[in-house]
C-alpha cells in the first residue's frame, strides 16, 4: 500500500504486488482496517471508491499497479480496535524468537520449533510462537501471521508469513494438499508393512472438550490419511519412520500410529504406558516436524530442513540410528495453478460441510412428528426417507397382487406362455357366460 494517511482527505493508494488479487472489501480489511465494512459498501453504493478512475464495488478484485481513490473520513468509532499495537516483548523472548529462526525472506520467516512451546495462545497458556511475532515485525510492517500449526510437543518446521499477500499465498498451497510436510517419528515396535498407507478418518472424542481425536469410520468421522515410510529398526522394540501427512486433521499423526498398534514414543495421551520404552531413552514424544517443502510467491521452491532437538538426537543415538540415513528422496513436487488450488480447497470445504449436514439431515427425517410415536421397522428392512408405515389394508392389496400374479405366470404356462383372455366383469353373481371356442368345432346356431 502506498499513498498518504490523511483520513481528512481523499486519498489515493497505489495497489502493491502483495494485494494484486483481492477484493476491495479485503484490501480495507488489511491496510485500512479502522474503516468498517458497512462504511465501504456506502462509498461503494455512491460511487465515492474509484479504481483507475471507474468505479468499483466491495467485490472488485484488485491489480499491482492500480490507483485505488479514497473518500476522507472513515475512520473507526470509539470502540473499535484499528492496528494493533506491537508488543513489549522482554530480552529473553527476543532472544528464543531470534534463536528459532531457520531463513527468512520478504514472504516468509521459518522457524525450527522447540518442543513444549505451544504455536497458539489458549486456557492456561501464556508463552507461545504467535506471542513472539512481533519480534519479527518491522518497523512500519505488517504483524507476521501463522499459516499452519504444531502440537506443543512437537518440534520442527514452522512456515510463518510475513505479509498479508504471502499469508493468503502460502494458506491456499496447505489448503489445496501441494505443500510437502515431511515428520521424523521414533515409534514403539516395527510394522509389518514397511511402506503403508493409514487411511482412517477421525472425529474428536466426546467428553475431552476437543482436546483428544479418535478413530471414528462412521458418518461423522472426517477422512485422513497419512503415508508412512520404515527408516530403521531397534530389534523389534523400536523403529524410526518417515510420516506424510495427505490430510491436516488435529493430531492426525498420534492418532494413526496409535490406531495400527505402533504410538509414538512418549505420547502417553494416545499411546497410554505402551508408549514409552525402558532404558535411559527420554519419555518426551519424539515427534519431529523435519522438512517442508512448498511453493514460494515469488516462483521459487522454499525447501527447508529443521535438525533435530536435544532428547529426539539423543535416543536416535542410543538406538543406533544415523540421522544422515533419514532423508529419504521425494517425488517432485508438481506447480499447480491458483485456480486450481482454489477449486480443489472450495470443494474439500463443500465435502465436509455436506457430510455435517447429512447427520442433521438424517436426524430430522427420522424424527416422528410432535406427539406421535415413531412406528417400529421390521429388522432387515430400510425405511426410505418419507415413506409411511403400510396398514392392513395396504398389506391385503400387496398379498392379492402377488395372488393373482402368480395365477396369470401359471396360465399362461398352461397356455404354451402365450397370455390367457378373460372376459370382462359383468358385476352379477355367478360369473360372466363363457366364450365360444375360436378352434376346433364349427359354430352351430342354438336349438329353438
Known amino acids: 500500500m502506498t499513498g498518504p494517511g490523511n483520513a481528512d482527505d481523499v486519498r489515493q493508494f497505489t495497489v502493491v504486488k502483495d494485494d494484486d488479487g483481492v477484493r476491495l472489501d479485503r484490501w480495507f480489511k488489511r491496510n485500512l482496517p479502522t474503516v468498517g465494512f458497512a462504511t465501504v459498501s456506502r462509498w461503494a453504493r455512491t460511487g465515492q471508491l474509484r479504481v483507475d478512475g471507474k468505479r468499483a464495488d466491495v467485490d472488485t478484485r484488485l491489480e499491482k499497479g492500480q490507483v485505488l481513490r479514497v473518500p476522507p473520513g472513515g475512520s473507526a468509532p470509539a470502540g473499535i480496535k484499528g492496528t494493533r499495537p506491537k508488543k513489549p516483548l522482554t530480552e529473553e523472548q527476543i532472544a528464543l524468537a531470534e534463536s528459532m529462526v531457520l531463513t527468512q525472506d520478504r514472504a516468509a520467516i521459518v522457524l525450527n520449533k522447540p518442543p513444549g512451546l505451544a504455536t497458539q495462545g489458549g486456557s492456561g497458556t501464556h508463552e507461545h510462537v504467535d506471542g513472539l511475532l512481533d519480534a519479527y515485525a518491522e518497523e512500519k510492517g505488517p504483524r507476521p501471521r501463522l499459516v499452519h500449526r504444531l502440537d506443543k510437543d ?233 415413506s409411511k408405515a403400510p396398514t392392513g389394508t395396504d398389506l391385503a392389496r400387496a398379498s392379492a397382487g402377488r395372488a393373482s400374479a402368480e395365477r396369470n405366470a401359471a396360465e399362461r404356462s398352461a397356455n404354451g406362455g402365450k397370455p390367457v383372455r378373460r372376459a370382462p366383469a359383468t358385476g352379477k353373481s355367478g360369473g360372466s357366460k363363457p366364450k365360444a371356442p375360436t378352434s376346433g368345432a364349427p359354430r352351430r346356431s342354438p336349438r329353438g
Open 154 to 386: 512437537t518440534s520442527g518446521v514452522l512456515l510463518i508469513a510475513r505479509t498479508p499477500g504471502s499469508a493468503a499465498f502460502f494458506s491456499k498451497r496447505f489448503s489445496g494438499r501441494t505443500a510437502r510436510k515431511i515428520y521424523w517419528a521414533l515409534i514403539t515396535g516395527v510394522p509389518d508393512v514397511k511402506d503403508g498407507l493409514i487411511e482412517l478418518p477421525l472425529a474428536k472424542q466426546p467428553g475431552t472438550g476437543g482436546e483428544k481425536m479418535m478413530v471414528d469410520e462412521s458418518e461423522h468421522g472426517q477422512s485422513a490419511r497419512t503415508r508412512y515410510r520404515v527408516i530403521g529398526r531397534a530389534g523389534n522394540s523400536a523403529c524410526w519412520v518417515e510420516l506424510q501427512p495427505l490430510t491436516g486433521r488435529t493430531h492426525q499423526l498420534r492418532v494413526h500410529m496409535a490406531a495400527i498398534g505402533h504410538p509414538i514414543v512418549g505420547d502417553g495421551k494416545y499411546g497410554g504406558q505402551a508408549a514409552f520404552l525402558t532404558g535411559s531413552i527420554s519419555r518426551k514424544m519424539h515427534l519431529h516436524a523435519r522438512r517442508l517443502r512448498i511453493e514460494h510467491p515469488e516462483g521459487d521452491l522454499l525447501d527447508v530442513t529443521a535438525p533435530l532437538p536435544d532428547h529426539f538426537a539423543a535416543s536416535m543415538a542410543q538406538l543406533g540410528f544415523e540421522e544422515a540415513d533419514g532423508d529419504l528422496p521425494l517425488e517432485p513436487v508438481k506447480l499447480i495453478p491458483d485456480k486450481v488450488i482454489e477449486k480443489r480447497a472450495a470443494k474439500a470445504h463443500a465435502k465436509e460441510y455436506r457430510k455435517e449436514r447429512r447427520g442433521e439431515r438424517r436426524k430430522r427425517i427420522d424424527a416422528p412428528p410432535s406427539g406421535r410415536t415413531a412406528p417400529k421397522a421390521r429388522a432387515g428392512v430400510k425405511k426410505g426417507p418419507g
